[in-house]
């Protein structure tokens, strides 16, 4: 029986998710791999898969079948994501959007009430940027236990947030470079693109 992470990474390449060339990713820093989730999340059966799986690793970690009372994903890689994720969960799902100072809101009429339990969904987990500012959000706005858990941990760590619980269905190491010390740069590689800035990425 394949078990979650093997089959994870079997539905990442069966949806052409994995992407190999030379990437500038937000942090400035160069890549030969990009992990681009959104391809496989556009497939309504592999998103309910993966989320299905997630749910169940979170339910079996905890020994509780309603763990949450909502999923908030940062908007907007993670908005097909926390919608699926809170479906599998059965609880409502919403996302956070940047506030023009800095950081996440809710808008469109979204709201957290103070002690609900919030599970911060994330496909990609590489730095934590996005997680860590929406987590500071509903800290501000009181919610109860907060928890962050994503498709992929590419951060290199077991515990990018801290303290907060996390939840991964499958890490991958993909090395990463400064600029000037990136090998691709240096064996005349084409300009490193940032993913989404051309078409097919």
């Known amino acids: 029986m394949i078990d979650a992470p093997e089959r994870t990474l079997e539905l990442l390449k069966n949806s052409n998710a994995l992407l190999e060339g030379h990437f500038l990713l937000s942090s400035g820093r ?14 309504p059966s592999f998103s309910e898969e993966v989320c299905a799986d997630l749910a169940s690793v979170i339910r079996t970690d905890l020994d ?27 609880v409502r799902g919403v996302f956070a959007e940047r506030a023009p100072k800095g950081g996440f809101t809710l808008r ?15 496909d990609v987990v590489t730095t934590g940027k996005s997680a860590k500012e929406v987590v500071v959000m509903l800290q501000e706005m009181g919610a109860g236990l907060v928890s962050v858990a994503s498709i992929v941990n590419r951060s290199g760590r077991s515990d990018p947030f801290d303290a907060l619980p996390y939840y991964a269905l499958t890490e991958l190491e993909i090395p990463s470079w400064s600029a000037d010390a990136c090998p691709l740069c240096a064996e005349g590689a084409d300009p490193a693109v940032k993913p989404g800035s051309r078409p097919g990425l």
């Open 108 to 122: 469109r009429g979204f709201s957290i009430q103070p002690g609900e339990r919030v599970l911060v969904a994330e």
């Open 64 to 90: 509780e079948e309603n763990p949450f009372d909502v999923i908030v994903g940062p908007a907007m890689g993670a908005v097909t994501f926390g919608y699926e994720l809170a479906r599998a969960f059965g």
């Open 30 to 43: 160069h890549a030969g791999r990009y992990v681009q989730c959104a391809r496989l999340l556009q497939h």
